[in-house]
């Protein structure tokens, strides 16, 4: 892995950071890196409110707001940002919207990469939406410019449409810190962590590679 200038990671839900690439911010911030998580909404339209429920729908996003910044304190991510847009609706933003802010992100902050979702491969409409708008945010860059991106992607068909990953992460000297940044999502996550506690007490390969591996897609712009 390349050292990094400043990475800015860029999803629209508390916990797809925990999920997809927290072994990764580990890994980055151990080693110094300064990360910045720009999460687009609270969660609030989530499907779970804990099991058995802790969480009302009324205070689901209170709930998750907490939740995200103890996963970040646990990742060592030291600046979160918390960019407020509601739940559901990103697909429905206009276009510039989101280019406008996420065009200030890298003006200030000036990132060698940024993670992201791949656009089309990342199965939620929001996933989907903002990865597109990180896209168009980037293609407005100057080439000798542009930050690297990295993308997350786990349709049924990414395989077959993009290939291999280019990027295989080894983060399994941080997977404590994975299992505690999607520990920290506990509205979200209990049946989920239920299930890789087992898949760890019985030495299931498929959990293991869960949590020891974390795989990218680099984007390629068409300068």
């Not at 407005?140 to 077959?160: D, G």
Request: proline share 5%; hydrophobic share 35%.
């Amino acid at each position: 892995m390349e050292n990094e200038r400043q990475v800015l990671v860029i999803f629209p839900h508390p916990d797809d950071e925990a999920f997809g690439v927290s072994g990764t911010i580990a890994k980055f911030t151990h080693d110094g890196t300064p990360v910045t998580y720009a999460c687009l909404t609270l969660g609030e339209m989530g499907r779970n409110l804990g099991n058995p429920p802790f969480a009302t729908r009324e205070t689901l996003p209170v709930v998750r707001k907490a939740e995200l910044q103890e996963a970040a304190r646990v990742l060592g991510i030291e600046d979160l940002r918390m960019l407020g847009y509601r739940d559901k609706t990103i697909e429905f933003l206009a276009e510039d919207v989101l280019i406008n802010e996420f065009s200030a992100l890298i003006e200030e902050l000036n990132p060698s990469l940024v993670i992201s979702f791949y656009p089309g491969y990342s199965v939620h409409p929001d996933h989907d939406a903002t990865a597109e708008a990180v896209v168009k945010t980037l293609e407005k860059i100057e080439a000798s410019k542009r930050p690297k991106l990295y993308c997350l992607a786990f349709s049924r068909n990414c395989y077959e449409d993009l290939g291999d990953p280019d990027i295989t992460m080894d983060v399994e000297n941080y997977a404590d810190k994975k299992i505690a940044a999607l520990g920290a999502h506990r509205s979200q996550t209990q049946e989920y962590m239920a299930m890789i506690q087992e898949g760890l007490n019985n030495q299931n390969p498929e959990v293991h590679a869960r949590l020891y591996t974390e795989k990218f897609w680099t984007y390629t712009f068409n300068d």
